[in-house]
């Protein structure tokens, strides 16, 4: 079985610490598409663009994801965060905007629409 994944990404070394047969790919989007092709079996990319390049609605709808690395692993997922500069007056203005879109389901709503839901993080957590 061979995987793409995209050269020098996280990906390639969960792929390669895993012991998969991976070929690398210029990108996370050549990785699809390798296995769209048929030249790859499946990929290792990031959740999120997993969920949303692929699917129901995308330009892969009849690819799907089944395994989270990461958690396989036993290890943490990755989390992906917004940042300002240290001492800047928008990092409490955003969380307190994060903090209410989690609380009135904005941030659920938007991240179903783009197939990321599974990457929300609970600003009370």
Excluded: H, W
Aim: with cysteine; hydrophobic share 40%; net charge negative.
């Amino acid at each position: 079985m061979t995987f793409a994944v995209e050269s020098g990404s996280a990906g390639e070394a969960a792929a390669q610490a895993a012991g998969l047969n991976a070929t690398a790919v210029q990108s996370q989007a050549d990785a699809l598409m390798e296995v769209a092709a048929g030249t790859s079996d499946a990929c290792v990319i990031d959740l999120l663009m997993a969920g949303a390049m692929i699917g129901e609605g995308t330009s892969y709808p009849n690819l799907t994801y089944t395994v989270n690395l990461n958690e396989a692993n036993g290890e943490e997922d990755e989390n992906y965060v917004v940042g300002f500069r240290k001492g800047s007056d928008l990092t409490e203005a955003f969380n307190n905007f994060y903090k209410g879109a989690y609380k009135d389901g904005i941030v659920l709503s938007f991240a179903q629409k783009y197939g990321v839901q599974e990457a929300i993080v609970d600003p009370e957590a």
